[in-house]
């Protein structure tokens, strides 16, 4: 026959874990109720199911403010093209550039500065889809245009 005390430290330690178990559901029952005005589990539930609508409506306000965002950045200027080069024979070193300033669509300006020994002119010329169609371009500013729509 097993001994008393066995059967009663078997029993002290049953009743210890069922009352370790019941605490932490108590405990969890109540931060699940903490904001809720009535203590009982349908009104808890319908306040968990209010607070998730209200996050997947912020989460949709969000997702909605991001996405016209990444469109207004597509027009803001994105792409780069820069050169430097010597367009003239009788003008040391390369003091002339082209630089190309586009957003995302290819759309933009572009600014050559053509420096010789008299004097420097300094154009610029609308760019449309990566294209200037009301002016002719030299190699240097068709280079610069390729490299800003990299």
């Known amino acids: 026959m097993v001994p008393t005390y066995l059967f009663y430290a078997i ?7 069922i009352t370790i178990l019941l605490i932490r559901t108590m405990v969890h029952y109540n931060r699940l109720t903490s904001n809720v005005s009535k203590k009982d589990l349908i009104s808890a539930l319908n306040h968990l199911i209010s607070v998730s609508t209200q996050n997947t409506e912020d ?73 200037v169609t009301s002016q002719a371009l030299s190699r240097e500013e068709q280079e610069v245009i390729n490299e800003a729509l990299k």
């Not at 009788?90 to 600014?111: E, K, P």
Request: without cysteine.
């Open 11 to 17: 029993f002290g330690l049953w009743l210890l874990i």
């Open 59 to 131: 989460i949709k306000s969000v997702f909605e403010t991001l996405s016209r965002e990444i469109n207004q950045n597509k027009e803001h200027f994105q792409k780069l093209g820069f050169k430097r080069y010597n367009p003239f024979t009788d003008t040391g070193g390369d003091q002339s550039f082209t630089a190309a300033f586009l957003d995302d669509n290819g759309n933009g300006i572009m600014i050559s500065s053509l420096h010789s020994r008299e004097n420097t002119r300094l154009y610029a010329k609308k760019v449309e889809n990566g294209k």
